[in-house]
């Protein structure tokens, strides 16, 4: 697989409801799209995940686009690519900047599936035909916001309710919802607004039957989440702090969560993806995919990768119509009594837009080998 040109594109999409957080709220999404196109003739894109403002983790779109452009890119053009499992080797020496050697290392995954007629899902050991979706509430401005708009995710089929939590919205909240659906399978997402002071205020989740707490504590610790997880029956599950197969391994080891949230642009890529899903089968640690508001390509590559077999939760996967009133891709995602059908033809199974991609772009480079 010989890369002759890879082309880089600024997008900008309007989300059509605003999305809060414990960290802020997002209106629209700059997304930087990676086209890689080979002498064969085939293109695989891909998305960089990062947003604006370093507020998820310390990159951002503009960071990306520098990384992208005099570091990465350069790297990857020094010699032909066997297989994409090469490009994270490649990419070693560069330290960090997980969303910007995602966003090219999954292009060229697409590309390698489309160049021998595979599937994405195939191509990574994929095994399942359809993947569960669940779905992620922002903050709202009531309980009873909050409790209709529920009802109404319910009303379409998602299979998991996903929470965001921070202090002061969030125990009177899960008592709500919770007394409102009683089966529902439920989640907390806490986006790092706690710490261990608050130990006592979160036991009171145990009350709720969650199905996890995600991220409780500072984005980058392993340590004091150990230490919590010791004071909860509900399981933690690890977000933010989770880069590499080695912070897995060590988080696991110390007993820092039970349940792994996998998101292929914070921790580098597809075949990192990989190395995390094996060592979690190792030890019987239940995984799923998040979402960082992705288009349709970069959700049609969490697709691809949720069909690995301890991907056993439902996802963040939502369909293209919760998100946009327009996708990028063809045909856009769309989901059935909770659950999306993988693609099966070759690559993401999904083909970019290119007009209505050209109607999004801010400006773009063409990087020739």
């Not at 686009?65 to 350069?74: A, Q, V």
């Not at 032909?80 to 330290?95: G, L, T, W, Y």
């Not at 659906?181 to 969650?210: R, S, V, W």
């Not at 083909?351 to 020739?368: A, N, Q």
Request: glycine share 8%; proline share 4%.
């Amino acid at each position: 697989m010989e890369i002759k040109s890879i082309i880089l594109r600024h997008i900008k999409m309007d989300l059509l409801t605003p999305f809060t957080t414990s960290v802020g709220t997002e209106v629209d999404k700059d997304i930087i799209l990676v086209e890689a196109k080979s002498k064969s003739g085939l293109s695989g894109w891909a998305e960089s995940v990062a947003i604006t403002q370093p507020i998820y983790n310390e990159e951002t779109v503009e960071t990306n686009w520098h990384m992208m452009s005099d570091h990465l890119i350069p790297l990857l053009f020094q010699e032909p690519v066997q297989h994409p499992d090469e490009v994270s080797e490649r990419f070693e020496s560069i330290r960090g900047n997980f969303n910007a050697k995602a966003a090219i290392e999954s292009a060229v995954w697409d590309l390698f599936a489309r160049e021998n007629n595979l599937s994405l899902s195939k191509a990574l050991g994929g095994v399942k035909d359809k993947i569960e979706v669940g779905v992620s509430v922002g903050i709202q401005q009531s309980q009873a916001a909050i409790l209709k708009q529920i009802e109404g995710y319910l009303e379409g089929g998602y299979k998991r309710i996903k929470v965001k939590i921070k202090p002061g919205w969030d125990v009177e909240i899960l008592r709500a919802v919770r007394n409102e659906f009683p089966d529902i399978q439920l989640m907390a997402d806490a986006n790092c607004a706690y710490t261990l002071k608050d130990i006592e205020h979160l036991k009171q989740l145990d009350d709720f039957g969650l199905t996890m707490i995600e991220q409780p504590l500072d984005h980058d610790d392993i340590i004091d989440h150990a230490k919590l997880q010791a004071q909860l029956k509900t399981p933690i599950c690890l977000d933010e702090s989770i880069h590499t197969f080695e912070d897995a391994r060590k988080a696991i080891e110390l007993g820092s969560c039970r349940i792994i949230n996998l998101k292929i642009g914070r921790v580098g890529g597809l075949t990192e993806s990989k190395k995390i899903h094996d060592l979690c089968v190792e030890h019987g640690i239940p995984m799923w995919c998040g979402g960082m508001l992705e288009a349709g390509i970069g959700r049609a590559h969490n697709i691809a990768i949720t069909t690995l077999s301890n991907f056993t939760l439902p996802g963040d996967t939502a369909p293209s119509s919760h998100y946009w009133a327009q996708d990028i891709i063809e045909p856009e995602v769309i989901m059935e009594n909770g659950y999306i059908h993988v693609p099966e033809g070759p690559g993401i199974g999904y083909e970019p837009d290119r007009e209505r991609i050209e109607d999004f772009t801010l400006f773009s480079k063409v990087f020739h080998k």
